[in-house]
């Protein structure tokens, strides 16, 4: 009888387990699905949301990203991706030739192992801009002091007085083309 008991049990187990009674303490935990994109690359089913500056300007941003306020402007962010769109004042409309001899210095002074790589007068949307495309290094992580190469596009428009400056930076390597273009041409005064 013994025997028997134990084969009976036995097989009362086998019924609750494949009956899903245990599958609760036994299931294992399914792997997640490995990150698709490189450090960096916005992906391609990211979802924009509009923000509006005060005063100034309104541009589709990434949703979810860390906003900051800053003079005269906001900066997003996620991990090393960053989006700086800002507000000044200027006498004349930017050119590439008064980029080279303004912006750019300034972009060396200011900035990490600066190296522009083109300067251009494009239209967006919101009128005539001067795009620069240039590398810099990040600024030093805090905690462990390392740094990153960085790929920016910055355009500047000029509308009766005002420019708008923004700036789109990511990893060196992220494929942010079309992200960048979408930000970029949705760009207005306001």
Known sequence: MTVRYRISAALAVLLLVASGAFSTAMAQEKLVAPETNPPGDIPDNQVFVNY??????????PEGWSRT??????????????IEATL???????TASSAKAVEIPELKTAGHGVKVTAVRDVKLPAGP?????????????????????????RFILFKNGRTITLD??????ADNVDQWQLISNSLQWR
Do not use: C, M, W
């Open 52 to 61: 509006t500056y005060p005063g100034g300007f309104e541009l589709k941003v």
């Open 69 to 82: 306020e800053i003079d005269h402007g906001v900066r997003f962010f996620d991990k090393y991706d960053e």
């Open 88 to 94: 000044g004042t200027a006498s004349a409309a930017p």
């Open 129 to 153: 801009a001067v795009r620069i495309s240039y590398l810099s290094n990040s600024a030093p992580n805090p905690v462990t002091n390392k740094q990153i190469r960085l790929e920016h596009e």
């Open 168 to 173: 789109l930076a990511a990893p060196a390597g």
